[in-house]
């Protein structure tokens, strides 16, 4: 599985390098700025590209607009967005057209390497990653007359497993629970919030959110 | 601007009256011409050229050369009486006179005929040099200078050269040589010269009336200006006699109707000051209304009848003159071609106002005194409030200078914070992990390691608390909108937003707007007890509109709530307003507006 990187502190550039390397991931190239990852890119299209949205030389948006860029031009590239703050806007102008193949999680995540690793591999192989504190957000964000509040707290538990983007299979270990439960809380899930069942799992992954953003 | 450098009052050329003995003189030596005029007993020549040039009965031309040379003569006396500092009133002696000296062709005396035809094309040239030097009695410009010259020159200097050529009859003492069809000749190239010169004049008259921009001192010039159309008759007239067509009685007539009134115009538009004395006592009663300072202009410019007047004060702390909204006002240089007339106004040795006028009221010092005296005190409130004025755009300046530099260095510390601490914090992170990882067999090391990464999470949480109050590194990087929807998902009641900007603001305007809408909603979650809110934000001609409305209980206390408080402060820094309503009961409406340039 090929990695490149684009993150302009030397130091978690290094413990990225390693950590991906320690848990069997190649990173075929790493760099600082936007252009140099857009040129890593086209040479040799990796897996998935890890970025860190802010980037020289202003620090604003560069990191952003290389990874739309890197979305729209490469689709079988994925994206992992790494970022200080989480910022619902930004996930969401990351996730607009779908979520395949496309990650935004907070810096600290990395320091859970597992999970951190298991997000890059789910990126990689067209997941998504989408983190926690966004789907809190839209979970915790307040609706007329909501449908939400009809979820069982274990419902509610799967769906923003589920919305941050994991597997049945991921969602099923997370709770200790079987696949076959995780699948029958998600077909009620979709059930009690109105939403047509059926796509692969990251698509749901995307009507899912729509839904709670909306 | 070192008061040495400002322009001061036009005063100094104040002529001396002309003594009493010598209007008297003139005055009798005017009415003398006129009787004699009158009395000239129109001994014409049936022959010769006053046939050709016929201008009218003979009765009829006595009666006008009197009446013109005594009208001019004594509207002269009184316009030099009265106003001794313009040489107007000289000028319409002289042209008295000349008109006098012109109707001598009438006599059979040999001098006085030879005299009078000396300068009977005289008159034309003095009407159009009267036109042009109205009212201060010198002519503006060398070009017209230059113009009246080669009219002169044409009137006398040719007409020397056609007496010689004779053809006048018997009384032509100048006469040579008998060649009246070449004195025809030069009298044609007369006339058509003068009347060039007539046309020429009022071709000057309407430019310069062009372009004294807005109309000053309107009705008096228009009425001396309406009078100028006689130089177009004159030229005419001129142009009828050289081309051998016979005169066309109507515009005859016209022409001289139309001088013969001129001087008393001329006289009305010069003394209109006499007229002005019950205006300055209108501005006086005017004044002591205590009138607020904007409308002081508009009393002084009624009183001198200078719709255009502009006041400027003295503001001795900047060194420099403003206008009443405390603007810098920069003050003409006198000059010829200056188009405004300045007028300092000091009290004391000190400057107070200066008053930028039309420069024909120049002539009119007196009234300017008067005015500039009754308005003394309101003048002084004018300062103080132009003083004011521009102390609160000095202050907002530095205000907004404050809270930019403020804003800056907010973002330079978030940058750093991003750059440094919390980077080495999130690598901190992965490097206790990886040492955790490392340690296979050691529970109790991994637990403290677990235990020192958890230390690290916390402060990484709380310095990015930090660095988010310090500046919202999202609304510089993405903008307005993609920031706001954090916000409005974090809403503690649900949020309509709705963002119509257009494209990105200045930062200063992006960040104060976020700002806003983040407090606003943090109010909203602590004291409105609302089910619902709306956030617009929009672009309306060069202002950005920020509204919150939530449907709560109402009440909010614009003054006692420092929230709301620090809200109005941070809008009225980048100079826009704040204004929100709370009735009790009926929900809270919050609305900015902030200027944004474009």
């Not at chain 2, 230059?146 to 020397?160: E, K, N, Q, R, S």
């Not at chain 2, 205006?279 to 202009?297: K, T």
């Not at chain 2, 914070?417 to 090391?445: F, I, M, S, T, Y």
Request: charged fraction near 25%; glycine fraction near 8%.
């Amino acid at each position: 599985m090929r990695v490149v990187i684009a993150e302009d502190s030397v130091l978690l550039r290094e413990g990225l390098e390693r950590l991906l390397g320690e848990h069997g991931l190649d990173v075929v190239g790493s760099c600082q700025t936007a252009q140099d990852l857009l040129r890593l890119v086209r040479n040799g299209p990796p897996d998935v590209a890890i970025v860190d949205i802010r980037l020289p030389p202003t620090h604003s948006d560069e990191g952003m607009r290389a990874a739309l860029e890197i979305r729209a031009r490469y689709p079988d590239v994925g994206v992992l967005v790494l970022s200080q703050y989480v910022e619902l806007g930004l996930a969401m102008q990351l996730l607009a057209e779908s979520t395949e193949g496309a990650g935004y999680l907070l810096k600290d995540r990395i320091s859970d390497v597992h999970d951190f690793v298991a997000a890059v591999r789910r990126v990689a192989t067209g997941g998504s990653a989408i983190d926690p504190i966004i789907v809190s957000t839209l979970l915790s964000k307040r609706r007329a007359d909501d449908p939400l509040s009809r979820l069982t707290p274990r419902e509610r538990d799967v769906l923003e497993l589920m919305a941050q983007g994991r597997s049945n299979q991921g969602v099923a270990d997370r709770l200790v629970i079987t696949v076959r439960a995780v699948e029958k809380y998600v077909s009620s899930i979709f059930d009690k919030l109105g939403l047509p069942t059926g796509g692969g799992e990251s698509r749901r992954v995307l009507a899912v959110l729509l839904y709670l953003r909306s | 601007m070192p008061a040495s450098a400002v322009p001061t009052a036009e005063g100094t050329d104040d002529t001396a009256a002309p003594s009493r003995w010598v209007i008297w003189a003139l005055a009798l030596a005017g009415l003398a011409a006129g009787a004699y005029s009158a009395s000239i007993d129109a001994a014409v020549d049936p022959t010769g050229e006053q046939a050709e040039a016929d201008v009218g009965e003979p009765l009829v031309i006595a009666v006008l050369f009197a009446w013109l040379t005594v009208s001019y003569v004594l509207c002269g006396l009184i316009a030099w009486w009265y106003r001794p500092a313009s040489r107007f009133g000289p000028l319409m002696i002289v042209v008295g006179f000349g008109i006098f000296s012109a109707g001598l062709t009438r006599t059979t005396s040999d001098v006085l005929f030879t005299i009078g035809h000396v300068v009977d094309l005289l008159p034309p040239v003095l009407f159009a040099h009267l036109f042009l030097a109205f009212p201060t009695g010198r002519l503006q410009s060398g070009r017209l200078r230059a113009l009246l010259a080669v009219a002169y020159l044409a009137a006398i200097g040719l007409d020397l050269v056609r007496m010689m050529l004779g053809g006048l009859g018997p009384h032509n003492l100048l006469e040579v040589v008998a060649a009246p069809d070449a004195a025809r000749v030069v009298l044609r190239a007369q006339l058509v010269a003068i009347s060039v010169t007539c046309l020429g004049a009022l071709v000057v008259l309407v430019l310069r009336r062009r372009s004294a921009g807005p109309p000053l001192r309107r009705t008096l010039t228009a009425l001396i200006a309406s009078f100028a159309i006689g130089l177009v008759m004159i030229a005419v007239l001129l142009v009828s006699v050289a081309l051998g067509a016979p005169a066309i009685a109507q515009i005859r007539w016209a022409t001289f109707a139309t001088l013969g009134v001129a001087p008393v115009a001329f006289l009305i538009g010069l003394l209109n000051d006499r007229l002005a004395r019950s205006s300055v006592a209108e501005l006086v009663l005017e004044l002591q209304g205590d009138p607020a300072p904007p409308d002081v202009r508009d009393a002084l410019g009624r009183a001198l009848r200078d719709p255009s007047l502009e006041l400027a004060y003295w503001l001795p702390d900047f060194g420099r003159y403003v206008d009443i909204e405390g603007r810098p006002v920069e003050l003409e240089r006198p000059g010829p071609d200056a188009v405004r007339a300045t007028t300092l106004i000091d009290r004391d040795g000190a400057h107070v106002a200066a008053l930028l006028h039309d420069p024909a009221l120049k002539d009119e010092p007196e009234l300017l005194g008067s005015v500039a005296a009754a308005a003394g005190i309101a003048l002084e409130n004018g300062r103080l409030h132009a003083e004011l004025r521009a102390r609160l755009d000095e202050l907002r300046g530095s205000r907004a200078r404050i809270v930019e530099a403020g804003q800056r260095e907010r973002k330079r510390l978030e940058r750093d914070l991003h750059d440094g601490a919390q980077q080495r914090l999130v690598a901190l992170l992965l490097e206790l992990k990886l040492l955790e990882e490392g340690l296979q067999g050691d529970p109790a090391a991994r637990a403290r390691l677990d235990q020192a990464r958890r230390e690290v999470a916390t402060s990484l949480d709380e310095l990015r608390d930090v660095a988010r109050g310090l500046h919202p590194a999202v609304v510089s990087g993405h903008g307005l909108e993609v920031a706001l929807e954090q916000l409005a998902a974090r809403a503690p009641v649900p949020v309509r937003l709705s963002v119509e900007l257009g494209g990105r603001l200045p930062e200063l305007l992006e960040v104060a707007t976020f700002y806003l809408v983040a407090e606003s909603l943090a109010n909203i979650g602590k004291h409105a007890a609302a089910s619902s809110a709306t956030i617009e934000v929009a672009r309306v001609d060069g202002r950005v509109t920020v509204e919150v409305v939530d449907d709560g209980i109402g009440g909010a206390d614009t003054e006692r709530g420092s929230g709301l408080r620090g809200l109005a402060d941070r809008v009225e820094a980048l100079d826009g307003r704040l204004r929100v309503w709370s009735p009790s009961g009926g929900g809270t409406r919050l609305r900015a507006e902030l200027p944004c340039g474009s």
